[in-house]
């Protein structure tokens, strides 16, 4: 609802009475028969009128404002003939000459278009006459910011994206809609309003160019290991696209192996490591005894926080998996971001097949645009040249890695939206854990897409095309999923809201929301 209608409906409820409206071309003071609006309006007695023929008498016909148009209702006294569009008089149906030039003007630096119809017109002494300094300075340039951008100022989708679009361009008005934002934002909203709050720090951020100091105090003022543990799998829990992409690689994964008995799997992101333990236990459940097998993880100090501990703590976890299956096991430890991999931090020995997984990892090694060196590009082939049975990728399906800020603004909006609204149908508003999640699990990747630039920007999305078309450069082919478990994802997907998507196409598995795609699982060798 725009501050125009609102300010209409608080009129008509008698919540707010306009002081002054404009009269063949002149201005008066507008007050209520029965005296009672205050003295803010009641400037001088309406007994000096005793009734509305007097002041009809002395200041001309009184006519009714219902029937004007947008157009016709201006915030100042010459806005010229181009503004000006004849306005049919209720129950007459004849232009109305009088009121060509009427102009309304409440209060509160708002415009109204429909007066309550209870009004006498008294005369305005001439130095209360409207003038520009009849509104204060934050009034004047919040309504010309918004009337010059066609600004609904309660839609909040319309006040997001006219922000963004300040913010990129350097508006001057850009503090203006940032102050309208912040009065329709909340962490315990609906999901517009909860992504709204975290995409206004990011501007506020940004705009004070802050953004990389605040994405570092965010990752500083982190909840204990333990909690950011918790939050992690309640995301997982309440937002299938973790659990089912992961299900999709391991199935790739799975099926390349099922054979072989000298197995390495290089994981560029191994967290906690938890992904493999379902693998384990069903390499050493098969037919003709377990494998032996290596895991390489990868992984850098600052997952260590979440973790709790280093990457000695999922060596030991998964030992300890593999022992009780008796499986024999190795765990190589590699202290490094993904940019930071080169061949010798592998290990790679003859004789063992290789696997290979980037999971939400990739997106966060920089490529040309960030540095002169194109990691991305290099370590896509340096793992072609390993000679991989099977390379799983699972990535977010969003374009933020080149895009122009204002592109990459409204690409953010669209796809946190979904992701928000995903959220919004598992849990409750008011649930506390939602919020610990979605502003330990999500709003820091928003405020990094909005408020930072350069290195700083960490998360660098692509779409699945760009990551289609750097494998196959690298000379990389798809190797298509498992339909087994790709099915069974499908009946599992049942279980969850009806909203919810899943689409097979070419071997490769979109999930997503609704209509938009979030997330892209793939395998190539």
Same mark, same amino acid.
């Given at each position: 609802?725009?501050?125009l209608?609102?300010?209409?409906?608080?009129?008509?409820?008698?919540?707010?009475?306009?002081?002054?409206?404009?009269?063949?071309?002149?201005?008066v003071?507008?007050?209520?028969?029965?005296?009672?609006?205050?003295?803010?309006?009641?400037a001088?007695?309406?007994?000096q009128?005793?009734?509305?023929?007097?002041?009809?008498?002395?200041?001309?016909?009184?006519?009714?404002?219902?029937?004007?148009?947008?157009?016709?209702?201006?915030?100042?006294?010459?806005?010229?003939?181009?503004?000006?569009?004849?306005?049919v008089?209720?129950?007459?149906?004849?232009?109305?000459?009088?009121?060509?030039?009427?102009?309304i003007?409440?209060?509160?630096?708002?415009?109204?278009?429909?007066?309550?119809?209870?009004?006498?017109f008294?005369?305005?002494?001439t130095?209360?006459?409207?003038?520009?300094?009849?509104?204060t300075?934050?009034?004047?340039?919040?309504?010309?910011?918004?009337?010059?951008?066609?600004?609904?100022?309660?839609?909040?989708?319309?006040?997001i994206?006219?922000?963004?679009?300040?913010?990129?361009?350097?508006?001057?008005?850009?503090?203006?809609?940032?102050?309208?934002?912040?009065?329709?934002?909340?962490?315990?909203?609906?999901?517009?309003?909860?992504?709204?709050?975290?995409?206004?720090e990011?501007?506020?951020?940004?705009?004070?160019?802050?953004?990389?100091?605040?994405?570092?105090?965010?990752?500083?003022?982190?909840?204990t290991?333990?909690?950011?543990?918790?939050?992690?799998?309640?995301l997982?829990?309440?937002?299938?696209?973790?659990r089912?992409?992961?299900?999709?690689?391991?199935?790739?994964?799975?099926?390349?192996?099922?054979?072989?008995?000298?197995?390495?799997?290089?994981?560029?992101?191994?967290?906690?490591?938890?992904?493999?333990?379902?693998?384990?236990?069903?390499?050493a459940?098969?037919?003709?005894?377990?494998?032996?097998l290596?895991?390489?993880?990868?992984?850098?100090?600052?997952?260590?926080?979440? #973790?709790g501990?280093?990457?000695?703590?999922?060596?030991?976890?998964?030992?300890?998996?593999?022992?009780?299956?008796?499986?024999?096991?190795?765990?190589?430890?590699?202290?490094?971001?993904s940019?930071?991999?080169?061949?010798?931090?592998?290990?790679?020995r003859p004789?063992?097949?290789?696997?290979?997984?980037?999971?939400?990892?990739?997106h966060?090694?920089?490529?040309?645009?960030?540095?002169?060196?194109?990691?991305?590009n290099?370590?896509?082939?340096?793992?072609?040249?390993?000679?991989?049975?099977?390379?799983?990728?699972?990535?977010?399906?969003?374009?933020?890695?080149?895009?122009?800020?204002?592109?990459?603004?409204?690409?953010?909006?669209?796809?946190?939206?979904?992701?928000?609204e995903?959220?919004?149908?598992?849990?409750?508003?008011?649930?506390?854990? #939602?919020?610990?999640?979605?502003?330990?699990?999500?709003?820091?990747?928003?405020?990094?897409?909005?408020?930072?630039?350069?290195?700083?920007?960490v998360e660098?999305l692509?779409a699945?095309?760009?990551w289609?078309?750097?494998?196959?450069?690298?000379?990389?082919?798809?190797?298509?999923?498992?339909?087994?478990?790709n099915?069974?994802?499908?009946?599992?997907?049942?279980?969850?809201?009806?909203?919810?998507?899943?689409?097979?196409?070419?071997?490769?598995?979109?999930?997503?929301?609704?209509?938009?795609?979030?997330?892209?699982?793939?395998?190539?060798?």
């Open positions: 609802m725009s501050a209608k609102k300010l209409e409906e608080r009129e008509k409820s008698g919540v707010l009475i306009p002081d002054y409206l404009m009269m063949n071309g002149c201005p003071r507008a007050v209520p028969l029965n005296n009672d609006a205050g003295p803010s309006v009641q001088k007695r309406t007994s009128y005793p009734n509305d023929i007097a002041a009809q008498n002395e200041f001309g016909d009184r006519h009714s404002l219902i029937g004007f148009s947008l157009a016709e209702v201006l915030s100042n006294n010459d806005a010229g003939d181009s503004k000006q569009e004849q306005t008089h209720q129950g007459h149906g004849q232009p109305d000459a009088s009121m060509t030039h009427a102009n003007l409440n209060d509160q630096g708002s415009l109204s278009a429909q007066p309550t119809p209870l009004h006498n008294l005369p305005v002494p130095d209360e006459m409207i003038t520009g300094a009849s509104l300075d934050e009034q004047t340039e919040y309504f010309s910011t918004t009337d010059s951008l066609g600004i609904n100022t309660g839609d909040l989708k319309q006040v994206i006219a922000c963004g679009k300040a913010a990129a361009e350097n508006d001057i008005h850009t503090e203006v809609l940032i102050s309208e934002l912040r009065q329709l934002v909340s962490i315990s909203g609906d999901p517009m309003q909860r992504l709204g709050a975290y995409m206004l990011g501007l506020v951020a940004r705009l004070s160019f802050s953004g990389s100091k605040l994405y570092k105090s965010l990752k500083c003022k982190e909840p290991s333990s909690e950011l543990i918790s939050h992690m799998h309640h997982c829990e309440i937002c299938p696209f973790y089912f992409s992961y299900m999709s690689a391991n199935g790739a994964i799975a099926e390349a192996i099922k054979s072989e008995n000298f197995v390495h799997i290089i994981d560029f992101h191994i967290a906690q490591g938890s992904q493999w333990i379902t693998i384990i236990e069903a390499l459940a098969r037919s003709g005894g377990p494998p032996c290596r895991i390489t993880g990868i992984d850098d100090s600052n997952s260590a926080y979440a #973790r501990g280093g990457l000695d703590m999922v060596g030991t976890r998964l030992h300890s998996v593999s022992a009780s299956c008796g499986m024999p096991f190795e765990f190589n430890a590699v202290h490094a971001a940019h930071e991999v080169y061949l010798e931090h592998l290990d790679i004789g063992e097949v290789i696997v290979v997984n980037f999971a939400y990892e990739l966060h090694t920089p490529d040309e645009s960030v540095s002169t060196e194109n990691h991305r290099r370590i896509i082939r340096m793992i072609k040249s390993l000679s991989p049975r099977v390379v799983t990728l699972v990535e977010q399906e969003s374009n933020t890695n080149t895009a122009p800020f204002f592109s990459r603004y409204l690409e953010t909006f669209e796809y946190y939206t979904a992701m928000f995903s959220i919004d149908v598992a849990l409750p508003r008011d649930d506390k854990r #939602r919020i610990s999640t979605e502003q330990h699990c999500l709003a820091r990747d928003v405020i990094n897409l909005i408020a930072c630039e350069g290195a700083e920007r660098r692509e699945f095309g760009k289609k078309a750097r494998f196959a450069m690298a000379g990389f082919r798809p190797y298509p999923l498992s339909s087994l478990v099915n069974t994802i499908k009946t599992l997907l049942d279980n969850y809201h009806s909203c919810y998507r899943l689409e097979e196409r070419d071997g490769v598995l979109y999930l997503g929301w609704k209509s938009r795609v979030l997330v892209v699982s793939s395998a190539w060798c």
